[in-house]
C-alpha cells in the first residue's frame, strides 16, 4: 500500500511542556487508521499539527512524498488533507447548502464546485431534503453528516475526524462509523480516525495507534491491538487478571 501521510520524529511544545515526542505514524492511500489514547494524550494535538493548526519544534510531515510541515493549513488543504472537527462545528446560522459551499473556500473551479455540490446530495439525501435549512437546527447525526460532506469538498485524499461519535445518542453512533466506513469505501478517501472508543475505532479501521502522554505506546493491525491485554484493560474495559 502507498503511504499517503507520514509523521516521522514529530515533537511539539505548547510553551516548555512537552506535548508530542518523537510521534510516528502512517496513513496509507485509502486506508482508515484509527488514533487512540485518554484525556490529555496528544490525539487532537497531533491532529491539528497535521493541519497546520499547532506548529511542531522538529520531526516532519509528509503527504504524498511532500513535506508539508511548513506549509500553512490552506495549502494543506489544497494538497488535499481535510477535517471533521470535534462536536462538528458546523456555521449554525448559514443554511445546509452554504455549509457545503463553505468546505470549498479553497478551491477555484466553480464547475467542479457546482458538481461536487450535486454530488454530496446524491450521497447524503437527508441533506439535500434540507438544503436551504439553517444548520443550528438539525439533529446531531445530521450536522456530523454535513461536517463530512462539507469536509469533502475540498476533494480530499485524507480526512482527519477528531472524535465524530462524541456527543451523539448511542442510537446514532453506529450510524456515523458506518457511514465513515461507506465514504471510505466508496469514494476511496483515507481517514485518520482520531477516538477515545477503541472498540468503535477498531471496528472500521485496518490498523491504529495508541498514544499515551504524547508518545506512541502501542501500534498494530485493528485485531491485534482489539487482542492486546493492555487496550483491553485500559479502554475497553476488560480485566485480564
Not at 25 to 49: C, D, H, Q, Y
Amino acid at each position: 500500500m502507498t503511504t499517503l501521510l507520514r509523521l516521522a520524529d514529530v515533537n511539539v511544545y505548547y510553551g516548555a511542556f512537552h506535548v508530542l515526542r518523537d510521534v510516528r505514524l502512517e496513513v496509507g492511500a485509502g486506508e482508515i487508521v484509527s488514533l487512540l489514547g485518554g484525556n490529555a494524550s496528544g490525539k487532537s494535538t497531533t491532529m491539528k499539527t497535521i493541519l497546520g493548526l499547532t506548529r511542531l519544534r522538529s520531526g516532519t510531515i509528509t503527504f504524498d512524498g511532500v513535506p508539508v510541515e511548513h506549509r500553512s493549513t490552506p495549502a494543506r488543504v489544497r494538497a488535499g488533507i481535510a477535517s471533521v472537527p470535534e462536536a462538528r462545528r458546523v456555521f449554525p446560522q448559514l443554511t445546509v447548502d452554504e455549509n457545503l459551499l463553505a468546505g470549498a473556500y479553497t478551491r477555484k473551479d466553480r464547475a467542479g464546485v457546482a458538481e461536487d455540490l450535486e454530488r454530496m446530495r446524491e450521497h447524503f439525501p437527508r441533506l439535500a431534503e434540507r438544503r436551504r435549512q439553517e444548520a443550528g437546527t438539525l439533529s446531531g447525526g445530521e450536522q456530523q453528516m454535513l461536517a463530512f460532506a462539507r469536509a469533502l469538498m475540498s476533494r480530499p485524499r485524507l480526512i482527519c475526524m477528531d472524535e465524530p461519535t462524541m456527543g451523539l445518542a448511542p442510537r446514532l453512533v453506529d450510524q456515523v462509523l458506518d457511514e465513515i466506513a461507506r465514504l471510505n469505501r466508496e469514494l476511496g478517501v483515507a481517514v485518520l480516525l482520531v477516538e477515545q472508543q477503541a472498540e468503535l475505532a477498531l471496528s472500521i479501521a485496518s490498523r491504529g495507534y495508541v498514544l499515551a502522554t504524547g508518545e506512541i505506546a502501542v501500534q498494530g493491525t485493528a485485531d491485534e491491538l482489539l487482542r492486546d491485554p493492555r487496550i483491553q484493560e485500559a479502554y475497553l474495559g476488560r480485566s485480564t487478571a
